[in-house]
């Protein structure tokens, strides 16, 4: 656990941030950019509200979001032919690029993990993160750890 902590605190709490290629793709945009970006692509134009509900972000966040990708040609938006207060967001071409390159990049590190785990252990990974990811989401207080040398053991429930 200790290593993980401290990985996280190298890496300004950026678990992928020592990798080159996500440097190079934070250097153009923000994360925050490029779920928006990454969101479009694989559902489709969207209105802000459903965009900013795909975020979990309020609609004031989503809206200076989609300007600065709107500034940087990313993306587009238009009133909805069907009604005028809302407003459509688009891929332009050249965020479609943008987005396909950081779904290569995300691949190409999932790949990596296929080819350093086993089945049974990339099951069990992703069993852990699940679980992880789980845990991060629900309310409810909070337990101090305290620091160990040592391994701890686990016991998973499925």
């Known amino acids: 656990m200790q290593q993980l902590y401290d990985l996280f605190l190298k890496t300004g709490l950026r678990p992928f941030a020592f990798l080159t290629d996500t440097l190079q793709l934070e250097q153009k ?4 950019d490029l779920s928006t970006l990454l969101i479009l692509q694989f559902r489709g134009d969207l209105t802000m509200s459903d965009l900013a509900a795909e975020m979990g972000a309020p609609l004031s966040s989503m809206t200076s979001i989609a300007k600065r990708l709107e500034r940087k040609g990313y993306i587009a938006r238009a009133t909805s032919p069907q009604d005028q207060r809302v407003k459509l967001v688009t891929l332009t071409q050249e965020g479609k690029e943008l987005a396909k390159e950081w779904e290569r990049v995300m691949l ?11 089945t049974d252990e990339l099951e069990q990974f992703i069993s852990l993160l699940l679980k992880a990811s789980k845990v991060f989401q629900e309310e409810g207080p909070i337990k101090e750890i305290a620091a160990s040398n040592g391994p701890i053991k686990i016991r998973i429930d499925e």
């Open 29 to 32: 945009v923000t994360r925050s």
């Open 108 to 118: 190409s590190l999932l790949g990596k993990l296929e080819t350093a785990f086993t």
